[in-house]
């Protein structure tokens, strides 16, 4: 059950308890999503959740939020086996009726192919949290992964120049003996 999240008070900063119980979430959340561990994962959601996940959409509750990460897991396990979500630089304001949570993200991606590893995105989360039965959960979890210019929410002036444009040099379609001899 939902419940007051400041029951004497919206205080101005996170306190220690609090922010301590969400990184413990969000370290939850990884480890459920990433080990497709489906009970660890949803139970950091509260009932009502929306989870906003950049490739599958916006979807709300337990069930559905079950069914995009059944679908991550298993339609595509060949991309997600071996992810590692890491989430860090934590702004936590809290709200009356919860907490906004904003952090970076990475995601370390275990090639299964090549057997390396990688980085496979980041990005920022900016997610709003509640008490449910007694216990930090998501209510609104959005990723917004950085796969454009404009998805970095920069705040300064943007002055980036364009990226020269390339000109492939035409193939040399000469046989290969041609190609090799000595110019000398």
């Known amino acids: 059950m939902t419940q007051s999240c400041w029951p004497e008070g919206v205080p101005a900063i996170m306190p220690a308890q609090d922010r301590a119980e ?3 979430l969000y370290a939850r959340y990884a480890w459920g ?8 994962a949803i139970g950091t959601f509260a009932r009502d959740a929306e989870f906003d996940h ?3 959409g916006k979807v709300q ?12 897991w ?9 992810r590692q979500h890491l989430m860090n630089h934590f702004i936590m304001d809290p709200h ?8 970076f ?27 449910e039965d007694g216990r930090w959960k998501f209510w609104r979890l959005t990723v917004n992964a950085w796969t454009d210019v404009d998805q970095v929410p ?19 379609t000469r046989p290969f003996d041609e190609q090799t001899r000595d110019p000398f």
């Open 105 to 131: 993200f990475q995601i370390i991606q275990w090639n299964a192919d090549y057997r390396t590893n990688f980085v496979f995105g980041v990005g920022t989360r900016d997610d709003r949290l509640v008490r």
């Open 74 to 82: 298993y339609d595509r396990q060949h991309w997600w086996y071996g």
């Open 33 to 40: 999503i990433d080990l497709a561990d489906e009970e660890q």
């Open 54 to 56: 950049l490739w599958q």
């Open 22 to 24: 969400i990184e413990e």
């Open 154 to 172: 920069w705040k300064g002036e943007r002055t980036l120049p364009q990226r020269p444009p390339y000109k492939m040099p035409p193939a040399d």
């Open 96 to 103: 009356p009726e919860g907490a906004r949570v904003r952090c």
């Open 61 to 72: 509750g337990h069930e559905a939020i079950r069914a995009n990460l059944r679908k991550l």
